[in-house]
Every structure is written in C-alpha cells, then in structure tokens.
C-alpha cells in the first residue's frame, strides 16, 4: 500500500518537497494550491519578486529536475556591505559565485514542469482545506468543495500565517518588526558587475542585488512610518530616494516593474511536527530578510525531510514521531541559529548606543581586513 504525502502550499518549498517526495519508493504526493491555474512561463519583464538561491539550494533544484532557465539568473560574484558611517565596509568574494539571483516566476515555472509528467504528483488547483481531523497518524483534511483529503503524512508547507500549524494546535512564537519589505526592480545606469551591495542604517536595510542586463532588485526593510512616507512618493521621487540610500553607485535608477510592500516579523514554531504531520518553511520559521536565506532554509527543510523519510526503517511509518523528530533535529539548531543572528543583527543596526555604532562601524572595517573571517562568514550564510 503506498503512503499518501499531502501537501499544504504550493509555493516554492512546497513544490520542490512534492517533487523530491515523488521520488521515494511506494509514495503519492498530493499538493492542495490555492492558485488555480498553472505557473506561465516568466513575461519579458523581470518578477519583483526575487530569492538569493545559496550554491547547496541550486544543487537541490538540480537533483530533482527543476533547475530554472540560466537566460533568467544571475550570479552574485561578490558582495558589499556598508554600515551607517559612510567608512565602514565589508568586501565580501571568493573563487565562486557567493549566490544566484532568481525571479519567483522562473523559479515556479521550472518546479511547475518539472512536475507536469510524474503521474504520481496530483496539484489540486483552486483547493482550500476548511478543517482538519485527526486520527492517530493520520490527518484527514475536509475540502471546501466538500471533498475529503486522507494523509499517512501531512506537510505544513503553507507559509508563516499557516493554517495547518494552527489547526495542529502548534503555538509559534512571532515578534513583529513594525516594520515593511519594499521589493521592486531598477533599470541601473551604470552596470552592477555582479556585485551584491547592502546598506545598512539606524531605520532601515536597503539590498541591491544583480539582474540580467543591467537590472536590479531592490529589497528594502523599513520601519513603517518610513514604508508610509516612501509610499507616498511618485515614480521618479522614488527611484531618487533609492538612489540616494544607495549613495548613487550606480547612477540614475528607473523603474522596471511595480513596487510591492510586505509587514515583516520574525515567526518561530514552538515544534515543527506532530503524529503524522510535519512543518517547512515559513510555517516553521520565518526569518528577516536582510540575510536572504528563506528560500534556502525551506529548501534545506524539504531535502532534510525527504531524505529522513527515504532512510528510515522499513518497520517505521512516514509519520511516526520518532521518524519526523529526526527531521527536526536535524534542522532545527541551524535554522534557529541564523534566526537569532539576522534578529541580533538587526537590532545592532537599530540601537542608538555608542557601542553598538562601533560595533556596526569599525568592527566592520576590522572584519574587512581579516580573510579568513571573511571566508567563514561566506561559507556560513551561503553553504
């Protein structure tokens, strides 16, 4: 009898866990969207919407047969970072690329047609649980339509507001940032050289990461009552204002797409599984994105849970705790150590004390000049 793997969320996380899922012996996957139609092929204008896939991600993407289109990625051959007093900085680079730039439209149409001809995947498009019973392992899901989903495996991959996580009776712990991510992509008048920069001020994170023919994303973290001012700029003012907090490195800024806002905050989930039920992602954690790993930790999610499932005793059933545990385990004390370090990290940026001013300032100045630490740092953020 196969296992049924039913999955919460068609997102990136979700898709690429169904497609790596499908590939273990005796399993179907059913992945519950509520899109209902099928991911285009990515228009001629860049998507605003962009992650900085880590090297580990892109092998990930790989494996499973879902590598985007190269003609839509970009590489980031080296990084730097500014802190508030204009003399501090830090010049990140190695032998290879740190990271690729990838828009979320070509990101979910390669997991969209990767997964088009495996018959053992079922997308259930225009589909919204309404509630959800348990019994034992098992989770029975009761559809809107009034249809009913039977999992030995249910997968919280539905984001950080999950509602999976809340009908488990899962608590989660979230901090608000009060805080707003401004994203939108920039026609640059001097070419960006493949370099990522970061700027980070007392009220804010601003990130300019490289697109394809002169392009950037722009990702930028204010506090709200900035968000409201800059929302109430036209076109042109805005491109001035983001060229400015850039200190105009790379000249004058047009607009290449909308400019879209998100509230940011920080949700960590008490636990991530339950008999017959498992977390990922942004329903396990959401992180600020000054460190661009979400993608990348729910990636890490999906690759760890599918290879803890693949390799578990022939005795043990795919949700049996001592199963999903070692999922968990396995994931759980990295995730939370970059959670804590990019909420630290902001905080750092946001105090007025003089201590911290020299931490953010001539402790990056004396970074830059050590090598070594500059390797690890690269290493630990981007492996």
Not at 1 to 11: A, E, F, K, L
Not at 175 to 184: F, L, P, Q, T
Not at 198 to 204: E, L, S
Request: with cysteine; proline share 4%; aromatic share 6%.
């Amino acid at each position: 009898m196969n296992t049924n793997i039913v999955i919460v969320g068609g997102g990136p996380v979700g898709r690429a866990f169904a497609l790596a899922a499908s590939r273990l012996a005796n399993v179907d996957v059913t992945v519950v969207e509520r899109s209902v139609t099928l991911a285009p092929a990515p228009a001629a204008a860049f998507d605003h919407r962009v992650y900085a896939l880590s090297p580990a991600s892109l092998v990930f993407l790989a494996e499973i047969g879902a590598s985007p289109d190269a003609a839509r990625l970009s590489k980031v051959r080296a990084m730097q970072v500014w802190g508030d007093d204009a003399n501090s900085h830090l010049d990140l680079a190695q032998g290879q690329p740190i990271a690729t730039i990838v828009e979320h439209a070509a990101l979910m149409f390669a997991l969209e047609q990767a997964a088009s001809n495996i018959e053992r995947i079922r997308v259930l498009r225009g589909a919204v649980p309404k509630a959800m019973g348990t019994n034992g392992n098992q989770h029975e899901l009761e559809m809107d339509d009034g249809s009913t989903l039977r999992a030995d495996l249910l997968v919280g991959a539905d984001g950080s507001r999950s509602q999976i996580r809340e009908w488990a009776g899962i608590p989660a712990v979230v901090k608000d940032y009060e805080s707003d991510g401004i994203v939108a992509n920039l026609h640059c008048e001097f070419a960006h050289g493949d370099v990522a920069r970061q700027w980070f001020t007392t009220d804010a994170v601003l990130a300019y990461l490289p697109l394809p023919e002169k392009q950037i994303s722009v990702v930028w973290s204010v506090l709200r009552a900035k968000s409201e001012a800059l929302k109430a700029l036209g076109d042109a003012d805005f491109c001035r204002a983001v060229e400015s907090a850039g200190h105009n490195v790379l000249g004058k800024l047009t607009l290449a797409s909308p400019v879209a806002r998100f509230p940011l905050a920080r949700v960590i989930a008490d636990h991530w599984c339950a008999p017959g039920l498992a977390l990922m992602g942004d329903a396990a954690h959401a992180v600020h994105p000054l460190a661009g790993q979400g993608v990348n930790l729910g990636f890490a999610d999906a690759r760890t849970l599918c290879e803890t499932l693949r390799n578990r005793s022939r005795f043990s059933a795919a949700g049996d705790m001592l199963v999903l545990r070692k999922y968990e385990r396995a994931r759980r004390e990295a995730t939370l150590a970059l959670s804590e370090l990019t909420d630290k990290l902001r905080a750092l940026y946001m105090s007025n004390a003089k201590a911290a001013s020299w931490v953010r300032n001539d402790g990056l100045s004396l970074l830059n000049r050590m090598p070594h630490a500059k390797a690890a740092l690269v290493h630990y953020a981007f492996s």
